[in-house]
């Protein structure tokens, strides 16, 4: 069997961190792989997908030992510099259904609602803070292009008997985000924000205390395939009996994939704090907010009155190459709040690699289920 290379990663720079990542002073806490180790499951990435897989494992096989290979340190890849916006995925059962069919469109859908309870159960029981605030999604329009975008996802919904959102109007997108700029959409209450850096370390830390082993700082080199897989890092070697990639845009680099998969960039902007602003105009919940074009631009008040914009989808990078642009971009948000741009000051500017299929399907976002 052919070994596989993996793409050498691009960790951002301490100061080019995401705003999530800077404001909790987040960094590695587990050795670097050095030497030779074994274990019955290795994963390659530390970040949701890959904490998660860990710890579904542990809970379902407690005797497994399980090791998390990470390039940099868990969250500091997607996980800890997206949006932060939590909903399900019934907004787009319409797409899922034409690609997998109804039953399994369902279920994937239903597996993100119970996400997002599991989010609030770990939260309400101490385990994970994240700043967890379910006050609702909304998916709007911006421009008459936009309008009814959600309409296929409703109708599908209510076929099914899911009855998943309710429609709004100016009056109270108004009202709850203080920006005219959207003026006709939907809501799902059951939604809201994350501080996504937050989750990510809490996880880490759950995944330790569950025994799970975490070698940081150890990018994977390539991987041995065989009898007993073996991945190389460039201080050491880990043996598995299984090998599970959960390593996001950076899994473009394996030819077997690649046909499947390409890389685009997502930018984020997070104001300085102004909570009295905010206050004034209205918005005073953490409902996540989004318009309905095809590059989506999305935003939320943080707790701490900071506003958070972000948009979805951006440059494709030439190649699948990702490299250091990746880190950081320059974008804003006057649009949705000119009236107030003045005392919106850009406190930080991000960005990051997120990982489409040939299907424009969007993978490390911070949608439930993660």
Known sequence: MNIIKMRPPVAAAKGDR???????????VAAPLHGSEDCDVAIV???YAGL?????????????????????FCGSGASGRNGG???SWFAEIDTLRALVGEDEALMLCRATTDAIEELSSLQAAGTIDMDLRLD????????????????????VCRTIGEERFRPLQRTEILLRTGSAASYVGIVEERAGTVQPAKLALGLRRLAL?????????????EI????????????GVLSAGKVILAANAWLSAIPELHPYLYVVSSQVIATAPVPDVLDEIGWTDGASICDAQHHVLYYQRTPGGEVIFGRGTGGISFGDRIDHRFNRSADAGGRQYPRNASGLSAAQRGAGSLRLDRTHRLHGAAHAGF
């Open 136 to 155: 609702g999604w909304l998916w709007t329009a911006s421009s008459t292009a936009q309008e009814g975008a959600w309409g296929q996802a409703c109708n």
């Open 18 to 28: 995401s705003y999530w990542l800077q404001s909790i002073d987040a960094d590695a």
């Open 85 to 87: 916006q939590v909903h």
């Open 224 to 235: 041995v395939p065989g009898d007993r897989p073996q991945l190389r890092t460039a201080k």
């Open 209 to 221: 205390s569950k025994g799970v082993v975490i070698r940081e700082h150890s990018p994977v080199l």
């Open 52 to 72: 998660w897989t860990a710890l579904r494992i542990k809970e379902e096989a407690p005797q497994t030992r399980v090791t998390v290979l990470e390039a940099d």
């Open 45 to 47: 990435g530390g970040g």
